[in-house]
């Protein structure tokens, strides 16, 4: 059963939701194992999840599906970009600590729900459903967007008992969220944009009316993290996507993330990654092979 309405793709047969081989996610993805067990990998990091795991993955993450069970058994929300980038917004508004839990996921991708999460994560799946059916209802897209935000901030909440029993407990202080993490998160929406290609503070302090000082200042404050190591990481993880996951050549991929030249693309790779652009493309292969 495959379900899909605009930018959200929901199901409970993992073989219909292609995410293999190796491909840089421009979804959200959440998947319930109900039973078996799936193994794959993030950003190179082999995972594990076994029945009754939940498995969360931000966008723009490398993908990897490599080994599942003769009896997997699960349900998956596949939730896109542009859904993503109009409920995510929103929800970081009523959370000054989104940030941290959001770092959190991308670094622990699997979780054991407890059987609230469980039922929550189901119910969730089922009223999606419901309403990805509702074909004559001329509401439908706004009250699916209404109840992906409503499960985001579920999400949220959950992360604060999983970050507590991990170890890695959050600022629990109820409070809105400042201008400055309003200002943070919409510099991470406009970095996490698949199209984007901009590396200097400066782009993205004009865009959001600010001095590129300020900007760094207030990403080095509300994540320990400046404005440029940020981009950097971004850059770096859609070249590694590109030689990887692509047969783009060298010059192509310098051209389509608008460096100014090869030259200064392979300089930038080599500094980031240690390597020149085709030995890093040729040793990462070889290791997978």
């Keep these: 059963m495959l379900k899909s309405f605009n930018d959200l793709i929901i199901s409970d047969n993992m073989d219909e939701v292609n995410v293999a081989p190796e491909t840089m996610s421009s979804f959200f993805i959440a998947f319930y194992c109900e039973k078996g067990a799936l193994q794959f990998s993030i950003e190179g990091e082999m995972y594990l999840a076994k029945e009754g795991d939940l498995v969360a993955c931000t966008p723009r993450n490398i993908i990897g599906l490599y080994m599942r069970s003769p009896d997997l058994q699960g349900k998956v929300i596949c939730m896109g970009e542009s859904l993503y980038d109009e409920t995510m917004p929103g929800v970081f508004h009523i959370d000054p600590n989104w940030w941290k839990k959001f770092l959190y996921l991308r670094q622990n991708p699997v979780m054991h729900a407890t059987e609230?999460?469980?039922?929550?994560?189901?119910?969730?799946?089922?009223?999606?459903?419901?309403?990805?059916?509702?074909?004559?209802n001329p509401y439908r897209q706004r009250i699916i967007k209404i109840t992906s935000q409503a499960a985001a901030v579920e999400i949220l909440h959950e992360l604060d008992n999983w970050t507590h029993l991990e170890g890695n407990p959050t600022d629990h202080t109820k409070r809105e969220a400042s201008q400055k993490d309003l200002l943070?998160?919409?510099?991470?929406?406009?970095?996490?944009?698949?199209?984007?290609?901009?590396?200097?503070?400066?782009?993205?302090?004009?865009?959001?009316?600010?001095?590129?000082?300020?900007?760094?200042?207030?990403?080095k404050e509300k994540s320990g993290r400046t404005a440029?190591?940020?981009?950097?990481?971004?850059?770096?993880?859609?070249?590694?996507?590109?030689?990887?996951?692509?047969?783009l050549t060298v010059k192509e991929i310098a051209f389509k993330l608008d460096f100014p030249d090869v030259s200064f693309f392979c300089k930038y790779v080599k500094k980031h990654l240690g390597l020149a652009p085709l030995e890093y493309r040729n040793g990462q292969l070889l290791s997978i092979t």
């Design 228 to 247: 440029m190591d940020w981009i950097t990481e971004s850059t770096v993880a859609q070249i590694k996507y590109y030689l990887l996951q692509t047969d």
């Design 116 to 136: 609230f999460q469980s039922k929550l994560f189901l119910a969730y799946f089922n009223l999606l459903k419901t309403y990805m059916e509702d074909s004559d």
């Design 184 to 219: 943070f998160q919409r510099f991470i929406t406009l970095l996490s944009h698949p199209t984007n290609t901009e590396r200097e503070v400066r782009a993205y302090a004009e865009q959001l009316l600010v001095t590129p000082k300020y900007l760094s200042a207030v990403c």
